[in-house]
T-cell receptor, first 113, second 116 residues
Framework: EDKVVQSPLSLVVHEGDTVTLNCSYEVTNFRSLLWYKQEKKAPTFLFMLTSSGIEKKSGRLSSILDKKELFSILNITATQTGDSAVYLC?????????????FGSGTRLLVRP | DTGVSQNPRHKITKRGQNVTFRCDPISEHNRLYWYRQTLGQGPEFLTYFQNEAQLEKSRLLSDRFSAERPKGSFSTLEIQRTEQGDSAMYLC??????????????FGQGTRLTVV
């Protein structure tokens, strides 16, 4: 059965710290891996990764995919209180071209001042 | 507001009652998705429309659940004879195209259902 596992489940850090969130997956016919940030309600898109070894970067956030080892990491440097959220990892199988995503349970990040 | 809109935002219902949720996708997005999210879990796929055609339904979608997208624009999700286990956040998402480097799915704020 396809699954996505995220670790840690929760994390508490202080402002300015760097964090690494992990996502491993077992999916047949992998198409792409996506990261979302969920603060209160709607998940908001961060990154889509389809190729191994190519880092995606947006400000203090970056992510990379390893298709051989079946995992991805999301790095956040110089964390701010506004980074506090649940970070969701999802995989899009190559069954068709739809957004039928398989999500992990998320990592809840709390950044203390 | 040009985002994905869901109504109502919250719904409390008694067990056994029927409920209906509405999702208005981003204009001209031909693909629409329903997900369900319970506390402490990631969203789970329920069903997917391309225009008015319902192309896939998860096995999570029991026969008490029905979704429609009659004119290829807004969609409704109805739950009949609600059970306490139906309590969850129901999320809708839309995209303009398939999963590739040029499109992304946008999620609505969700409808939180509580069955008492």
């Amino acid at each position: 059965e396809d699954k996505v596992v995220q670790s840690p489940l929760s994390l508490v850090v202080h402002e300015g710290d760097t964090v690494t969130l992990n996502c491993s997956y077992e999916v047949t016919n992998f198409r792409s891996l996506l990261w979302y940030k969920q603060e209160k309600k709607a998940p908001t898109f961060l990154f889509m990764l389809t190729s191994s070894g190519i880092e995606k970067k947006s400000g203090r956030l970056s992510s990379i995919l390893d298709k051989k080892e079946l995992f991805s990491i999301l790095n956040i440097t110089a964390t701010q209180t506004g980074d506090s959220a649940v970070y969701l990892c999802a995989v899009a199988p190559k069954v068709d071209s739809s957004y039928k995503l398989i999500f992990g349970s998320g990592t809840r990040l709390l950044v203390r001042p | 507001d040009t985002g994905v809109s869901q109504n109502p935002r919250h719904k409390i219902t008694k067990r056994g009652q029927n409920v209906t949720f509405r999702c208005d996708p981003i204009s001209e997005h031909n693909r629409l998705y329903w997900y369900r999210q319970t506390l402490g879990q990631g969203p789970e796929f329920l069903t997917y429309f391309q225009n008015e055609a319902q192309l896939e339904k998860s096995r999570l979608l029991s026969d008490r659940f029905s979704a429609e997208r009659p004119k290829g624009s807004f969609s409704t999700l109805e739950i009949q004879r609600t059970e306490q286990g139906d309590s969850a956040m129901y999320l809708c998402a839309s995209s303009s195209g398939p999963v590739d480097l040029n499109t992304e799915a946008f999620f609505g704020q969700g409808t939180r259902l509580t069955v008492v």
